[in-house]
């Protein structure tokens, strides 16, 4: 079965750039989405289509893809971003939807 | 405003049957997917699997497959996930979400949490 792989952990301190990756063999063709769980919180879309934000979504967070990885970015991480983050994307038949392992996001 | 009202927390016994709900509001309920994510306590998001109110077309993860069945009922706007034989092992956290932006799940319920223990 198709799989998205995340890093188990990122840590930064306040003000600088997180950066967390994800890679799957069919994301040179398909779209990745990133979804931002506090705890105890259900997920928040927080982009779409590899690079756009939803609306309320700061502009500090944005996104990229290319060949077989996604990557979202949080440029100068407040405090409140910590959280988990997972990527989303669909296997090459579109499909079939997986998330990625998920990556803990540590502003300290 | 577009809602979804997932059902509250369950404790079941294992090898007993459940059906859970997720109620849409705000939002034609036949025009957009609904998708299940399952957390398992402490570990990430798994997606379940997805249907298409409209004509119940379901997808599901082949890890789900078998295991529980999507429904939906248009006429109350609620879709249903559902075990047979519950299993300790199937004890999470289960999110209901509707697509949304590109194909996304944009919008989620609150969660229903099933416990299952003897």
């Known amino acids: 079965s198709y799989e998205l792989t995340q890093p188990p952990s990122v840590s930064v301190s306040p003000g600088q750039t997180a950066t967390i990756t994800c890679s799957g063999d069919?994301?040179?063709?398909?779209?990745a989405f990133w979804y931002q769980q506090k705890s105890g919180q259900a997920p928040v879309l927080v982009i779409y289509?590899?690079?756009k934000r939803p609306s309320g979504i700061p502009e500090r967070f944005s996104g990229s893809r290319s060949g077989t990885m996604a990557t979202l970015t949080i440029s100068g991480a407040q405090v409140e971003d910590e959280a988990d983050y997972y990527c989303y994307s669909t296997d090459s038949s579109g499909n079939l939807w997986v998330f990625g392992g998920g990556t803990k996001l540590t502003v300290l | 405003e577009v809602q979804l009202s997932q059902s509250g927390p369950e404790v079941k016994k294992p090898g007993e049957s459940l059906k859970i709900s997720c109620k849409g509001s705000?939002?034609?309920?036949?025009?957009?997917?609904i998708g299940w994510v399952r957390q398992m306590p402490g570990k990430g998001l798994e997606w379940m699997g997805i249907?298409?109110?409209?004509?119940?077309?379901?997808t599901y993860s082949p890890s789900f497959q078998g295991q529980v069945t999507i429904s939906a009922d248009k006429s109350t706007s609620t879709a249903y996930l559902q075990w047979s034989g519950l299993k300790a092992s199937d004890t999470a956290m289960y999110y209901c979400a509707r697509t949304g932006i590109a194909g996304s799940l944009s919008y989620w319920g609150q969660g229903t949490l099933v416990t299952v223990s003897s």
């Open positions: 069919a994301l040179p063709k398909k779209s």
């Open positions: 705000g939002y034609i309920f036949t025009d957009y997917w």
């Open positions: 249907i298409y109110p409209g004509d119940s077309d379901t």
């Open positions: 289509d590899d690079s």
